[in-house]
């Protein structure tokens, strides 16, 4: 059984372009969320989704972040006009149901130059 | 808000050493704990984790943790390291209230590094 797949691994944007970053979860998971890890920083949440719906995006910046994880498909976490604050590592993880073990994908590393 | 403190940024050992990673947190309500591990070049992987029951957990790779509810404590111990322990270690908390126990908050991370 695959792990949680992202991709790209690493990925550089220039000041203004997108990110689009995609996440694959484990088969029989239907639970994504997206987590920021800041340099120096602990990782921090984002959000989270479940098929077709956003839960709780109370951890996405209000502006310029985007997530959704369609029917059919791989999760996206989009940036769109990155700024270099947006530099960091972000990952990804999925869960059976609502309550279980997170398991995390190995981080795309978004650098914005 | 639930906040977690690893308060080692690094932590160098010999082989065979004795090791303690220590992750504080600080919530008002009931939590559930959980420490992973991150390779070089790979995503965290669970460790263990506390849920309820008894506050002794235990890895399958030698690692235990327990929880002290009065310290609001769940340091990571094991005995004796191997060279393939090098990795960061992260605690995590997440709080058993409100139907949020999905929303992980992390701590910065502590780099054990064996030595031999």
């Known amino acids: 059984n695959a792990g949680v797949m992202q991709n790209p691994r690493h990925l550089v944007r220039r000041r203004g372009q997108e990110a689009r970053l995609r996440c694959s979860p484990m088969?029989?998971?239907?639970?994504v969320y997206w987590y920021r890890q800041l340099p120096e920083e602990g990782l921090k949440f984002m959000v989270y989704?479940?098929?077709?719906?956003?839960?709780?995006e109370s951890g996405m910046p209000k502006e310029r972040f985007s997530a959704e994880f369609p029917k059919e498909g791989p999760s996206i976490l989009r940036i769109q006009q990155v700024v270099r604050g947006d530099s960091a590592a972000y990952f990804c993880?999925?869960?059976?149901?609502?309550?279980?073990?997170?398991?995390f994908g190995p981080g795309t590393r978004l650098t914005v130059l | 808000a639930q906040s977690v403190t690893q308060l080692d940024s690094q932590v160098p050992v010999f082989e065979e050493a004795p090791v303690e990673l220590r992750c504080n947190y600080s919530?008002?309500?009931?939590?559930?704990l959980f420490w992973y591990v991150q390779y070089p070049n790979q995503g965290l992987q669970l460790l263990l984790k506390?849920?309820?029951?008894?506050?002794l957990v235990e890895s399958i790779n030698g690692f235990e943790a327990e929880f002290n509810k009065s310290q609001t404590s769940f340091h990571l111990r094991k005995p004796s390291v191997h060279i393939s322990d090098t990795a960061e270690y992260f605690c995590?908390?997440?709080?058993?209230?409100?139907?949020?126990?999905?929303?992980?908050?992390f701590g910065k991370g502590t780099l054990l590094t064996v030595n031999p």
């Open positions: 993880a999925s869960s059976p149901t609502r309550a279980d073990t997170q398991y």
């Open positions: 088969k029989g998971h239907s639970h």
């Open positions: 989704l479940q098929k077709e719906n956003i839960i709780d």
């Open positions: 919530s008002s309500v009931s939590v559930y």
């Open positions: 506390y849920l309820s029951g008894s506050t």
């Open positions: 995590a908390v997440s709080e058993d209230s409100g139907g949020s126990n999905y929303k992980l908050t």
